[in-house]
């Protein structure tokens, strides 16, 4: 068991590592940074300082070097745009985003799970088309789209909530109920699949003949099964969550990470590119990890074949 | 009324699934009681509404799209029908328990077993946690589970097959219940396990006096266990009686055709007498009695009128549902025993000889830096001489080793160690176009014919195929004649050629699987399993197409099985296979009638007889444990470890596998005994 989470955690390092190479090369090859610091009429002379300040000047092994050895002691360097440390400022940012994320977690989850039992239970029932439906909406419909909808409807037509910005409850309901609405539709989908599977199975018969009540028999038993692809798509969705925070953030203007990774782009302010790159990279890897673990508690066939070789 | 007495009555039962492709009337009025303390034994083939009238009984049958149509199962007087969902799921349990054919599949993955024992017996009654725990050991152990206090803390992947049908079979009695329904409680287990769960079972049975409806298609089991049968056919039940009488003179027609089809170990029998076709489609059930099809005294009464179940005439318990019923003749078999042709006489060059054959399988190391943690040693040391035209039989258990030699010899795998000819040629040195050559000699014919015909092919494309990839087999003007003329000799349609795989059924199938094997003329033909997924009935029309088939052709053949019945029917020779390695081999004869190593003895001995007066029973050896893993076997004799027989000498000492009486019977034990003082034979 031990030795399965260091092996995980072994990976993820690497992982993190090709993240960073990667985010490198981007950097170079979207332009001369040194470029869009100064402006396209500034002088030779003044170009060649500021690619010295900025250590632009030695050559890209040794550049390569540098960023990698900055990263690991969490340095990014100044932004081009703030001049402020990039990484302080991601850093500031990260609350505003996991607020948000969470709380759309929050609701698709327990949500999507709910209705996928449920229409799982009673297949081609009522609450079963409706769920279908929902899941439909939820996968096609693209989030700036329902964005710009719950806008016209709430704040506009009926004067609920605001249209953006940052503050009370008020600012808070419509970024995350446009942003849980497309994993609440994954959720259930997936849901309603993994119970359809684990209810056909002999288990839950023997279940059943045990005399065990329906209740557990569905929600602690066949449940429990079917998790484990629920646990799979809900870290998946979770990393697609900070994606949606992109569209959301910007369309509610709310001070989060994907607002603020939009706009250092816009400026190709690369420490600060750099850095919420890595922070998001992180958070991916942590949200991995955690359900890696997870598994291992679903699923004790995991645990075991990788106890085996420790 | 007596009816009213008995512990269980189940009256016209019927049960229907509506599906989109009709109505299945899956069971068809089924009439039984059960008393106390008694094993009534349910026969009947896949389809024969043996299960669903279980599940109707317990109200679990899936619904949509299950419904029952009508009857009643009154549990002491109570009719279970009635209830409302809750009553019911008191009864569940509580009061009638199962268990199910694949224990593995029926236990949850996610829960240990302790947590699952100590769930169930919550849910009956109000135990703290910590009793509960303490009563799930207690029930372990009553099962035999060794160490169990350890091993309730187990999830059901970490137990073997024949040990989680104990955990399921603990689970059963958590609620003492007052019925036991066990379907096919020991069908996926092998034989030595098998006779260790029944033994269980009814040790079991005798301390609780429940009653015990055992679910099987198995003559054999019944005729060990049971008190009274019920035969099923297309969801009735056909015949019931004490299975004395009822073995000793069937009282139908379909009874005397199951028993006649199958093959006993205890006996050298003549031709199986197979009952023609095969059970009908449930969603087209013949009108009459729905076994006339098949049945040799059909007359036109069958055809209109459907047989009630009556009480047969000076026999006390006993009922058929025949028209005539006094004409049906006893078991027609005759006990003539069939030549057997063993080759290697007068210096003949074996068609095939197998020297220290092994195969390990490494498992594979999960770090770069660490070496391979060791290897699963399927094979370890096989040698055996197959002569032309003549039949081997390879039977162990599962995991034995035995189909892994038939799929190194096909090179479908690469041998570790040892050396093989085929025809005078080295059969594991051949490279690209001598192996593809010496491939169209060896054919294989599969255990399961649902997925060894590829289904967007028709009949007639498969049995041709060979010819298309092997030039100069036949030429192509004369493919569709030749075609036509293989499914004939299988005992197919010869205008099912151009019918699709999933419109045939599973024997007709594995007549498929035959003639594409017959279509490469080969000089031997492998067959894995070749009827263990079919039915008693179907299984004995493929055994008999076989044996047909090899005379005329002249085909060596190496039956691979676990069914020790069926290989001593078809086999001139015997090999017996333990962990890897031929323990004993000999002709048909010297195996079944004075086998000498204590392997073979005790699974002779654990094989059911399909006679309830057999003595052989009494003297039955059960083998303590179950086999070791393949990873680690244990030094000297592999077999030790379960051996009444073992010393310390076995421990240290590799018996060989040598002829110790000079009867040309090798046998690879220290204490071989030559005398036939086991159980078996007759």
Known sequence: ?310 | MAQAEALLAVRDLRVEFRTAAGLTRAVNGVNFTLERGETLAILGESGSGKSVSAQAIMGIVDSPPGRIAGGSVRLQGEDLLQLDAEAMRRVRGHRIAMIFQDAQAALDPAFTVGQQISETLRSGSPLSPQEAGERAIDLLERVKIPEARRRVHDYPHQFSGGMAQRVMIALALALEPEVLIADEPTTALDVTVQAQVMQLLSDLQAESGMGLILITHDLGVVAEVADRVAVMYAGKVVETGPIAALYARPGHPYTVGLMDSMPRVDRQEGRLLAIRGSPPNLMRIPAGCAFHPRCALAQERCLQETPALLPLPDEPGRHSACHFVADIPGRRRSEVSAEVAVGGAAGEEPLLRVEGLVKHFPLRSRSLLRRSPGAVRAVDGVDFELYRGETLGLVGESGCGKSTVARTLLRLERATAGRAWFAGEDLFALRGEALRNMRQHIQMVFQDPYSSLNPRMTAGAIVSEPWEVHEGLAPRGEWRARARDLLRRVGLDPDDERRYPHEFSGGQRQRIGIARALAFNPQLIICDEPVSALDVSIQAQIVNLLQDLQREFGIAVIFIAHDLSVVRHISDRVAVMYMGRIVETGTRDQIYNQPTHPYTQALLSAVPVPDPESEARQRRIILEGEVPGALDPPSGCRFRTRCWKAEPRCAQEVPALIDRFGHGHPSACHFADARASVPVGG
């Open chain 1, 1 to 310: 068991m031990l030795a399965y989470l260091a092996r995980r955690l072994l990976q993820s390092v690497a992982v993190t590592f090709v993240v960073l190479s990667l985010v490198f090369v981007a950097g170079r090859i979207l332009g001369d940074p040194v470029r869009l610091v100064v402006g396209i009429e500034a002088s030779e002379e003044r170009v060649q300082k500021v690619r010295e300040q900025l250590n632009l000047n030695q050559p890209l092994g040794q550049q390569y070097a540098n960023f990698i050895g900055d990263a690991l002691s969490l340095q990014f360097g100044t932004s081009f745009w703030q001049k402020v440390p990039a990484l302080p400022r991601v850093l500031e940012r990260i609350p505003a985003t996991l607020t948000l994320t969470a709380a759309a977690l929050a609701l698709a989850l327990p949500l999507g799970i709910t209705l996928g039992a449920l229409s799982a239970l009673r297949p081609w029932s009522r609450i079963d088309r409706v769920t279908n439906v929902i899941s439909l909406g939820g996968v096609s419909i693209v989030e700036f789209w329902l964005a710009l909808m719950l806008i016209l409807i709430f704040p506009v037509r009926l004067g609920w909530f605001k249209t953006s910005g940052y503050g009370g409850i008020e600012y808070f309901v419509l970024p995350a109920l446009t942003l849980c609405y497309k994993p609440l539709g994954r959720i259930a989908q997936i849901t309603r699949s993994a119970m359809l599977d684990e209810l056909a199975k002999p288990y839950v018969k023997a279940a059943r003949a045990r005399g065990l009540a329906e209740r557990r028999v569905v929600f602690v038993h066949a449940l429990k099964n079917a998790a484990v692809p629920v646990l799979t798509i809900s870290g998946d969705e979770l990393a697609a969550l900070l994606n949606g925070a992109i569209i959301v953030e910007t369309v509610f203007g709310w001070p989060g990470i994907g607002r603020l990774t939009i706009q250092a782009l816009e400026r190709r302010d690369l420490p600060m590119v750099e850095a919420t790159v890595f922070v998001v990279a992180i958070f991916i890897i942590v949200t991995n990890l955690l359900v890696d673990m997870a598994y291992t508690w679903l699923n004790p066939r995991i645990r075991f074949s990788a106890a085996g070789d420790a």
